[in-house]
């Protein structure tokens, strides 16, 4: 980052702060110490005799844009977790600056490894590595780890018991599947352990992650996941749920959680008009996760007939929640794979293989694809810069610090080149980010590319190379007897 001198007056741009329904240009803000000390005409502020102004004229300023649910270490292929079986740390600063080069100041990382996440966490806040702002929540309560049924079962047997045990105890600690034998008691005590360890806030499951039944079984009973908001609430934390059906999505609801994740995927039903009227009721968070309209399209030529009904009902989903004004959150489960892993058919046929600018999940870009999928189902300009701030910020209890821009909130602010008031396409005019009171160097980052590097070229050997089945003529045999694809 470079730093501005003590006071700084960002002056000439139209200012749109999240609170009004409309920017107002010619704006001048005042910054001291990395907080907003004033917003106005540049005659009505007073102007210490330290100041540095920077002249934004014909730009856009907006609040430091929040995604509510990434995942840091998102490529948990064993390939992955055994290369950097020592640098996880390395991973999550890396994944937390593409972050930041992209206008995203804060990110709530909704499951990961906690050690490492808070390690991160905690040197970004003292200024030591720079990066987007992280709060974390550890485990998923009721998950097991990456290499369990939960997430991808075939690791077991693979790897080694030694290795597997101790990846899975890295995410799981004592939050994991064994909770669903305990009472409602017994899981309020482990809870309040793993709240203890410094956590910022609670994610658990109220449905399974599809290893069953495409993610239709229930996880905990209705008092086992209140007893759980409880305890977050108990300790000042906010309390969010995984759900993946109607049922799942009601009893979070009634639990009192203050967010739900990826609340518009409830498999092939669409979400009662009763369950819709709750989220207003209660101001529950809304956290949806669309998908363009073009990549809807793509999508469809991909998947099976079962899974193409569970996506229009999500689809479907998204517009009846706008409709109903229910606060609506920004989140894509943005992470960031390893190139090599892009390339697998259990990537490239799915939601995350889709083509940059329609791939929800892209820690860079998907949140740009967010703003524009959540225009077409028609929700309104202001409303679509509320979700990626705003709304984030009160969801998580955050909202005295950041989601807007006002005098006394901590100065992370996106400099815009085009009106996202115009178009949703235009918060990808990214002309500068300013985090903290501090103009970001965005050429810097990532400072050390790692997964997203490229892939080293083609070692000497590979040129003689032959496989055992080749690529060409068939081979006279029955195809369904060949295992594998060489």
Known sequence: MSTFRRHQLLTGATVIDGLSDNGVAGQAVLIGDGRIAAIGRPDEISVPADVDTVDFSGKYLIPGLLNANVHLLMSVVLETLVRYEDRYEDLIIEAAQIALKSGLTTVFDTWGPRRPLMSVRDRIDRGEVVGSRIRCAGNIIGFDGPFSGDFDARINGIGSSYFVDRVNAMWVENTGRHLMWLTPEMVGEEVREHIGRG??????????????????????????????????????????????????????????????????????????????????????????????????????????????????????????????????????DGGIFAPEVMREPMVKNTWNGLPEGEALGRLATGHFTWLRAMEEKGMPPIDLLRAATRNIAEAYHVDDDFGTLEAGKVADLVVLDRDPLSGAENYQSIHAVIKGGERVDLDALPERPLLTAELPGPIEEESRFKRALHHGARLPACPSCLPGSQ
């Open 199 to 332: 956590i910022d806030f609670v994610k658990f499951a109220s449905n399974e992650h599809g290893a069953t039944s495409a993610g239709a079984f229930l996880q905990f009973s209705e008092r086992t996941q209140r007893v759980i908001v409880e305890e977050a609430h108990r300790a000042g934390l906010t309390a969010q749920s995984h759900t993946s059906s109607v049922e799942g999505l009601r009893l979070s609801l009634e639990a009192g959680c203050d967010l739900i994740q990826h609340c518009n995927v409830t498999g092939p039903t669409e979400i009662p008009k009763a369950t819709l009227e709750e989220f207003v009721e209660r101001g529950c968070g809304a956290v949806l996760f669309p998908l363009t309209d073009k990549g809807l399209s793509i999508l469809k030529e991909s998947i099976s007939d079962t899974e193409w009904t569970m996506w229009k009902a999500a689809d479907a989903n998204c517009r009846n929640l706008v409709e109903s004004g229910a606060t609506i959150l920004m989140a894509n």
